[in-house]
């Protein structure tokens, strides 16, 4: 809001709690006329600041391809050039790929591929956590409009040492450059007329190079940010994929028969190394050495992981329209101990092709299937050592008489000796149609998901002073339908391809640990992942009479209090107060019950068209912090928080409970229905629209295709969501509008 809106708020708060009022009507003025900017202005940090940059963006690709029936290759460069809408921030990159296909023989097949990738991110900072851009956004949108920017004497306005101008104007940056190089070479031999060996061997290995300064900054007479301070750090990772996979194929008459017996394996190897000064002579050098060494700091650390598997498959076909495919795999993961490393993962499907059969004459349907099958799938996705007793460094300590501070070790987690696979259950009954000659085709999945010992971190008490490691402490259960549709046609010129997808679930947590709820996680025996528990609420209180009739409240309320319902008490009824042990409940999830997504693109002559659109819904959000609460450590008030409980305008359906100066503890920081939103949409993605040059304009200039494009992508989102925010990132870094376009040209 405006700084004299502001004013006028804080000014209610205040007189609601019985206080002095902070600003005069002469200075609300001053804010309005604008005639003092330094001391009454009306800066519009958040504004300014996505303004800032240019936010052009520019991508070209180069690609050659060749050779003969015998060797073939492909070259690409690519280079990629991106401007924030924040200034100072950006992001470079350069793409290297080569390709490589020869036949060696008429039974042996090499194939080579390099991929290289340089890429490099500026963006300013705060001078504070949390940092970079985002730490830059999220404060100056709490920042009041009262603040001043940049002042005619060269100082700048501040709130508790925050200053968007101060630090965009100053040194501070972060730098983060990758270097990813891909490397892989591979085999295919035809051992014999039905038999195929393939080879691969792949390596990864990423270079990533982090530094952040922060400037001694002299932000006003009274305030300066300091010391300087610089930090970087250095991580190395590389991927070693091994795989060998032998297939066999036969047809006898038929009968088509298919097997496969492969071996895959991938180590992992990580490790980084920190380092920081401070009280650097000058803002422009920033090297580590350039530091004071007297608080100097250093770290580092590593860890490794290997995953290696054996799996084979079997496929029979009989008459092109009976199907059966069984599968196993036998996976070992090093996150796991000795005893429990190794688990069996096996499924069957079975399929059959209905329209294949001679009495199937049904002239609109022209292919129908019907199919099924069970599986189980494992999931290692962990921590590296959870089964390990892991010993923290850097726990200093005070030993001896004079109680000198010594560097120490601690275990500081107990470790899950037991810990084993994470396995999931798969049924699925599916049905394919194909109408009109496939110009309508339909696929709907019914899906039961059962997952069992879930590796899951349970919540503990601060009394036991070590923290559980993961462990299999859950069973969650996941049912639902996937359903695609796609319509390909043509009326005339006009060519057209319309495709959608919608999926339903329905989510229970059938098991957790010992216990039938984890409130801190969102887990609850019965219920959805990720629900909501809370009061459930009942608009605001209206005046003292309301506050009096209604049972007493977790907090001594007043009229323009968020009014909490008595839904229980010890005996199972309501006893006429409001606590949390018997007034909270299951209120909505974050957990969506619906996904779905449509494309359409059609296309006349040289014009074509794409739009993409996605979406999902049955789902809940709570913004918390300072984007639900007004004055939360001293942030600024939205616009649809004006919509409040005033005296003048005890609304008990307002959007906003009365103002108050918050400091967290209040009745409005409970989870509940009041402050919980709809967090379903609909979002446009994508819009672009294209145009090829006829073929006979192009062969003068001896290009074979050009096509050029406008595109935008995020144009639109429709929503019930809080005015402002985006129900898809909620407080973090929202989907950016880009407008754009490009040319396509091969020769």
């Known amino acids: 809001v405006d700084s004299w809106i502001y004013a006028e708020m804080i000014n209610e708060a205040l007189q609601n709690a019985g206080s002095n009022q902070q600003y005069t009507e002469a200075e609300i003025q001053k804010f309005k006329t604008g005639e003092d900017p330094d001391n009454y202005p009306n800066k519009r940090h958040y504004d300014d600041l996505v303004k800032s940059g240019s936010g052009l963006q520019t991508e070209h690709y180069l690609s050659f391809s060749g050779g003969k029936a015998n060797n073939a290759y492909l070259f690409s460069v690519g280079y990629l050039d991106q401007s924030s809408f924040v200034k100072e921030s950006g992001h470079k990159r350069y793409n290297i790929l080569f390709n490589s296909n020869s036949r060696l023989s008429d039974k042996f097949r090499l194939n080579t591929s390099f991929q290289g990738r340089v890429g490099k991110t500026t963006e300013p900072t705060t001078i504070r956590r949390p940092d970079g851009v985002n730490g830059l956004l999220g404060d100056a949108l709490k920042i009041p409009n009262t603040i001043a920017g940049k002042k005619s004497d060269g100082y700048y306005g501040q709130q508790t040492g925050f200053t968007i101008e101060g630090w965009m104007d100053s040194e501070s940056f972060i730098k983060d450059a990758t270097n990813r190089m891909n490397v892989s070479a591979g085999f295919e031999w035809d051992i014999v007329k039905s038999l195929r060996l393939t080879g691969l061997a792949g390596?990864?290995?990423?270079?990533?190079?982090?530094?952040?300064?922060?400037?001694?900054?002299v932000v006003d007479q009274t305030y300066t940010e300091g010391p300087s301070e610089l930090t970087e750090t250095r991580t190395e990772n590389s991927l070693l994929t091994l795989q060998a996979l032998l297939?066999?194929?036969?047809?006898?008459?038929?009968?088509?028969?298919?097997?496969?017996?492969?071996?895959?394996?991938?180590?992992?190897?990580?490790?980084?190394?920190?380092?920081?000064?401070?009280?650097?002579?000058?803002?422009?050098?920033?090297?580590?050495?350039?530091?004071?060494?007297?608080?100097?700091?250093?770290?580092?650390?590593?860890?490794?992981?290997?995953?290696?598997?054996?799996?084979?498959?079997?496929?029979?076909?009989?008459?092109?329209?009976?199907?059966?495919?069984?599968?196993?795999?036998?996976?070992?993961?090093?996150?796991?101990?000795?005893?429990?490393?190794?688990?069996?993962?096996?499924?069957?499907?079975?399929?059959?092709?209905?329209?294949?059969?001679?009495?199937f004459h049904f002239n609109p349907v022209n292919h129908l299937k019907i199919r099924g099958s069970w599986g189980k799938l494992g999931n290692q996705n962990i921590g590296n050592y959870p089964f390990q007793q892991i010993l923290s460094l850097g726990l200093d300590a005070p030993f001896g008489i004079a109680e000198k501070m010594?560097?120490?070790?601690?275990?500081?987690?107990?470790?899950?000796?037991?810990?084993?696979?994470?396995?999931?259950?798969v049924i699925d009954v599916g049905l394919d149609i194909g109408l009109l000659n496939n110009k309508i085709n339909v696929s709907l999945d019914l899906y039961d998901k059962l997952t069992s010992d879930i590796l899951y971190n349970v919540t503990a008490s601060t009394v036991l002073g070590m923290t559980p490691s993961v462990q299999n402490a859950g069973m969650v259960s996941n049912r639902g339908i996937d359903l695609t549709l796609q319509h390909r046609s043509h009326i005339g010129n006009v060519f057209y391809n319309i495709s959608g997808n919608f999926s339903y679930v329905k989510n229970k947590v059938k098991k957790l640990a010992s216990v039938l709820q984890d409130v801190n996680s969102g887990l609850f025996v019965g219920y959805p992942l990720q629900s909501i528990y809370g009061y459930v609420a009942d608009g605001l209180f209206i005046d003292q009479q309301d506050v009096d009739k209604s049972p007493a409240q977790p907090r001594v309320a007043a009229p323009g209090d968020i009014k909490l319902l008595d839904i229980s008490g010890p005996d199972g009824v309501s006893d006429g107060k409001v606590n949390a042990d018997y007034d909270r409940k299951i209120i909505g999830n974050r957990f969506p019950k619906y996904t779905y997504g449509l494309t359409f693109n059609p296309s006349y002559k040289g014009l074509d068209l794409f739009i993409n659109l996605y979406g999902v819904a049955g789902l809940?959000?709570?913004?918390?912090?300072?984007?639900?609460?007004?004055?939360?450590?001293?942030?600024?008030?939205?616009?649809?928080?004006?919509?409040?409980?005033?005296k003048d305008n005890p609304n008990p359906k307002a959007s906003y409970?009365?103002?108050?100066?918050?400091?967290?503890?209040?009745?409005?920081?409970?989870?509940?229905?009041?402050?919980?939103?709809?967090?379903?949409?609909?979002?446009?993605?994508?819009?672009?629209?294209?145009?090829s040059i006829p073929k006979k304009l192009l062969g003068r200039i001896q290009v074979s295709k050009l096509h050029v494009y406008i595109n935008i992508k995020n144009p639109?989102?429709?929503?019930?969501?809080?005015?402002?925010?985006?129900?898809?990132?909620?407080?973090?870094?929202?989907p950016?509008?880009?407008v754009g376009g490009g040319i396509n040209v091969n020769f």
């Open 657 to 691: 409970p009365r103002f108050l100066v918050v400091g967290g503890g209040e009745q409005q920081f409970y989870t509940s229905t009041f402050v919980m939103q709809n967090a379903s949409f609909l979002r446009i993605s994508n819009i672009q629209l294209g145009y």
């Open 203 to 217: 390596y990864n290995y990423d270079n990533i190079k982090y530094k952040r300064f922060w400037p001694l900054l």
């Open 406 to 425: 010594y560097s120490g070790a601690a275990a500081t987690r107990v470790p899950s000796t037991d810990i084993t696979w994470e396995s999931t259950r």
């Open 736 to 738: 950016a509008r880009y």
């Open 716 to 734: 639109f989102i429709f929503d019930h969501f809080r005015v402002g925010w985006d129900p898809e990132t909620g407080t973090g870094y929202p």
């Open 620 to 646: 809940n959000k709570i913004l918390g912090g300072f984007a639900d609460n007004a004055f939360y450590q001293g942030s600024n008030p939205q616009e649809w928080m004006m919509d409040r409980w005033t």
């Open 247 to 359: 297939n066999y194929d036969k047809t006898i008459k038929k009968h088509e028969f298919h097997a496969l017996g492969g071996f895959s394996q991938e180590s992992n190897t990580n490790s980084w190394l920190q380092s920081s000064r401070d009280n650097f002579p000058s803002n422009t050098l920033y090297e580590m050495s350039a530091g004071a060494p007297s608080n100097q700091q250093n770290g580092g650390s590593g860890y490794e992981w290997a995953l290696q598997s054996f799996f084979g498959r079997i496929n029979y076909i009989y008459d092109g329209k009976y199907l059966f495919e069984a599968n196993t795999r036998y996976d070992g993961s090093s996150r796991f101990p000795a005893r429990n490393r190794w688990g069996v993962f096996p499924s069957v499907s079975a399929g059959w092709i209905i329209s294949q059969e001679s009495f």
